[in-house]
Each structure stands twice: as structure tokens, then as C-alpha cells.
């Protein structure tokens, strides 16, 4: 049986605020993780101008006081606020959501690393960008569970990659204690992760009424890229010889970068919509595997048996 796409008026070069051009959040409740930079701040200043409360965590929460008080002097917005959170950090994470109360719209697991160039481990001994991009976030969904269903129709929308085309999750070595680290294989399998993780939500807490989604926000030029060496910003197209930095035409803004995961978190456009992946404000096709691709969903990473398998590797590293 095939199911019919879901698809939106916005493309690649639509930004949020045009995304909730019209949408009044008024009244309404959003978590964002990483909420303090790149992608997630446009994201946290898209909902909070469409009248959204918005709660950024963020490692450092002076990191958002200039956002903080952007929203604040712009009368008739939203608000935002920020709370540590350290997602490498089981008990940062419980105390970030003992803060929380009251109803959450919407849960945007934003924040991320990528490509970090040495294997390092957290206090729960997982592989940092596993650690921060997946198993911090499934601890925070867990936490927010009661939250969101607290909610009218609770959102939980999981920023993924379309890197998760490189690698289905390994679950016979996920901390490469046997293969050899890659860090792009790690961000990858992390990314692949993601859209798991919002897979098995979808799964398991719709009789709750809550939604899930994974999206590729596109390629943006960020703090994410902070690991990456000349060499490979040069390979990427994104460096020329003398070391600038190039502005390509399929790179995105920032506030571009942020519309699919808007989309997702507010607009009525999407309600009800759950388990799917989105990219470009389009829900993209499912691809039988990653191979040699950039667009689309790899089978792997929709499958709701490794969703349920990877929620139980998840669930007992945080027992
Ligand atoms: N920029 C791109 O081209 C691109 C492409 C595909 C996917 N993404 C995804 O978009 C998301 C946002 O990335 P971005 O490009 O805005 O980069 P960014 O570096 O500006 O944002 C990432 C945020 O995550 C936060 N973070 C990292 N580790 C954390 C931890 N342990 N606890 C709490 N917060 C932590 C950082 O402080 C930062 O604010 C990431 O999940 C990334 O994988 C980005």
C-alpha cells in the first residue's frame, strides 16, 4: 500500500518566519535544544515572533541572553527563556525537565555535533555524537513525555542529516569499541539515530495523541562545522585556496535552514502528520538504502523494528 506524500506550498529557499507567516502561537509552549546558535536560534526566533513561548536549552544559557532579549523588546512577540542542558549528561537532562511545567507544544531536538576527530566517551561510556545527537534527546522525550501529552496534539521534531544516508545504525558495535573510529560514520549512525528515534515516538506514544517527525534542515554554514580542517572544507566546496570561505548557491541561511523544522513544530499544515522525514518543507521519498545519495529517507532509518530495538539499547544505557 502506498501512502501519499505529504507536501507543503514552502521549498528550500522559503525561511521560517515565512513558514509562520499568518500562524499565531499565542498561548503555545516550545522547547529547543541548541537553541542558542545556528539553526536552532533561528528556529527559537521564528516561533517566539509568531507569539510562541520558547525555552532553549542550551550548555550556557547567557549563549541566548542577546536572543532573549531581541524577543524582549519586540512588543506583541513571544518570549524566550534558556536552562542548562547538557545532553552528554543523564542528570543535566533530568533537571532540565523537572524545570519544565505545564503543557510543551512542541519538543525541537535541534542540538548536535558533528565529526568530532578522536572517539570520546561520555559518563555513560557512549560515543559522544551517539551521546549527544540520539541518547541525550531520547532521555529528554522520555522526560517531556508527560509534557507533551499534556499538550493539545504534542510535537517532538528530531533534526536529522541527510549524512544518515551513510550509515544504517550498527547495532553490533554502536561505540566502536570494535571497528575502528570514524567520526563521519559516527555522526552518521547518530543522525540515522535521530530518525529512529522520532520513528519509534511516532510508534508508541501516538495513542497519547503526541506526533513525531525527523527532518535534513539542508546544508548551512554553522558552529557545526567547527571540527572540519581546511582540507575538508576545501573537498566540500565550501573554502577556496586562499582559505575564504564560499558562499554556495545550494547552501542555505540560517533562517532557511530552520523552516522545515518550524514547519514541523507549528504549522497547522502538519497536524496530525507523524513518522515521517522531511527535507526542503516536502516530505521526502524513502530510498532503499543510502548509497551514493543526498536526498531522501533510507529505509533503515524508518524501520520500526530497529526504532523498537534501538529504544531498548537506549532505554538500558539510561536504566
Ligand atoms: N548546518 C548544517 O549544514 C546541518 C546539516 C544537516 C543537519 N544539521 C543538524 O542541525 C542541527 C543544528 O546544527 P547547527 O548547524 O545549527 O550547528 P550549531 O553548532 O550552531 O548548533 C548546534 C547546537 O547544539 C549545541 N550542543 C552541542 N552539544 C551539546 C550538548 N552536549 N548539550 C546541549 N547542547 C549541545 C551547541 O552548543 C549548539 O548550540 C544539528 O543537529 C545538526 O546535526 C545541520
Known sequence: MSVQ??????DSRSTAFEVLEGVDLTGRHYVVTGGASGIGAESARALARAGGQVLIGTRDPTSAQALIDEVAAAPGRGSVQAAALDLTSPSSVAAFTRS????????????????IPTRQLTSVGWETQLATNYLGHFALALGLRDRLRAAE?????????SAHLRSPFDFDDPQFERRPYD????????K??????ATGIAERWGGDGIVANALMPGWITTRLQRHLDDETLRSMGAMDEEGNRIEQSFYKTPQQGASTTVLLAASPLVDGVTGRYFEDNQEAATVPDGAGRTNGV???AVDRSAAGRLWDLGSSALA
Open 183 to 190: 567520526r563521519w560514520t559516527a555522526y552518521s549512525q547518530s
Open 100 to 115: 519544565v511545567d505545564g503543557a510543551v507544544d512542541a519538543l525541537v531536538a535541534n542540538a548536535g555535533v558533528m565529526a
Open 153 to 161: 496534539a504534542g510535537r517532538v521534531v528530531v533534526v536529522s542529516s
Open 5 to 10: 506524500r505529504m507536501t507543503s506550498p514552502y
Open 192 to 197: 540515522t539515530a535521530d530518525v529512529l528515534l
Open 298 to 300: 533510507a529505509a533503515y
